[in-house]
C-alpha cells in the first residue's frame, strides 16, 4: 500500500520525501481537527458527570 | 559454474509464473497490505493519545485563559454594584484548590460537554440543579475533567479532609472546607448532588460544595466525590487580597 504510494509520487527521492512528509502532516491535521473531536465523544473516557442513567430509570 | 547450468537456470525462469506462484505473491502482496493497514491503525490510536491527554489540554488552556481574562477584566470595569456582580454568562467566579495545585479554574453554568471542554469547571443544571455559593442553604455542585480538556480536576485524590476549596466571586471569597470524600461511585449516583448529601454524613442543610469527576484516571468508569462546607466568607478588598488559606 504504502510501496504503491510511494512508486506513484512524482519525482526523485528527494521530492517524493518532500511530498510524503507534507502528506502524513495532512492526514494528521485531518484526524486531530476534524475526526479525533468527532470520534471522542463516543467514546467512554472522558464523562465526568453523574447522570440519570439507566440505574435512575 | 558451467554455461549449460545458467541456460538451464535462465530456461526455467523465462516462461512466465506458474499458477502456484502467481497465487502466493497474490497472498504476499494481501498480507502486506494487511500488515501495513494494522500499523496504521495502530499508529492512529497513538496520535488519538495524543490527541486526548495533550492537544485538547492545549486548546482547552488557551479557551480558559481567555474566558478567565474576560471575566477579570469585566469585573474591573464595572464598579462595586451589590450582589449583581454576578454575571452568569461569562462564568461567575473562579474555583482556587491549593491541594489540586492547578491555579485558578473558571466556573461556568451547565455541566455539558462544550461547556467542560473550554477548560472550566461547571455547576450543575441537571440532574439536581446547583445552589450557588451565596444561597443561604444548598448544595454548590460542580464538575470538571479529569484528564484532557484542560484536565480541571486530575488531582482531585490529593485532596484529604480538612482541605480548603476557595471559591472567588467578583466580591466575595467563599472558603470551604473538605469533609468528606467518596473515591468510587456509581455514575448514575446522583444523590451526591442533593442538597444535603446523605453519603457525606451530613443530614442538616447547609452551605456545601461537591466536587465530581471520573475515577480511575484515564477512564470514566466511576466517578469521584469530594465534599465540603462553607467555613467563613470574606469580603474582596481593593487589591483582591487572597484569604489566609490562598497565601
Known amino acids: ?57 | 559454474m558451467t554455461a549449460t547450468g545458467t541456460d538451464e537456470e535462465s530456461d526455467r525462469s523465462a516462461p512466465p509464473p506458474s499458477p502456484p506462484r502467481r497465487v502466493r505473491r497474490t497472498i504476499a502482496s494481501v498480507v502486506s497490505v494487511i500488515g501495513e493497514l494494522l500499523i496504521t491503525a495502530g499508529l492512529i490510536l497513538g496520535l488519538f493519545v495524543a490527541y486526548s491527554l495533550w492537544w485538547t489540554n492545549v486548546l482547552a488552556d488557551r479557551e480558559a485563559h481567555k474566558q478567565s481574562d474576560q471575566v477579570r477584566r469585566h469585573w474591573a470595569s464595572s464598579g462595586p454594584k451589590g450582589p449583581g456582580a454576578l454575571d452568569i454568562k461569562d462564568g461567575i467566579g473562579f474555583l482556587h484548590v491549593p491541594a489540586m495545585d492547578n491555579g485558578e479554574v473558571l466556573v461556568k453554568k451547565g455541566t455539558s460537554t462544550e461547556v467542560l471542554n473550554e477548560g472550566v469547571a461547571g455547576y450543575y443544571t441537571k440532574p439536581v440543579k446547583s445552589a450557588l455559593p451565596q444561597d443561604k442553604k444548598g448544595n454548590f455542585t460542580l464538575a470538571a475533567h479529569r484528564d484532557g480538556h484542560g484536565a480541571k480536576f486530575h488531582n482531585i485524590d490529593k485532596l484529604k479532609d480538612g482541605d480548603p476549596i476557595v471559591f472567588e466571586t467578583k466580591d466575595t471569597w467563599f472558603v470551604y472546607k473538605v469533609f468528606a470524600v467518596l473515591p468510587e461511585t456509581s455514575k448514575y449516583n446522583v444523590d451526591v448532588l442533593n442538597k444535603v448529601p446523605k453519603e457525606s454524613g451530613k443530614h442538616k442543610a447547609g452551605r456545601y460544595i461537591t466536587l465530581t469527576t471520573c475515577t480511575p484516571v484515564y477512564t470514566s468508569t466511576f466517578r469521584y466525590i469530594v465534599w465540603g462546607e462553607l467555613e467563613r466568607t470574606e469580603k474582596v478588598d481593593a487589591d483582591r487580597t487572597p484569604p489566609a488559606e490562598l497565601r
Do not use: C
Open chain 1, 1 to 57: 500500500m504504502y510501496g504503491w504510494i510511494w512508486r506513484h509520487l512524482p519525482g526523485n527521492t528527494w521530492v517524493k520525501a518532500l511530498i510524503s512528509m507534507v502528506l502524513v502532516l495532512a492526514v494528521v491535521f485531518v484526524l486531530f481537527q476534524y475526526v479525533f473531536p468527532w470520534a471522542e465523544p463516543l467514546l467512554p473516557f472522558n464523562d465526568v458527570t453523574v447522570d440519570e442513567g439507566m440505574a435512575a430509570l
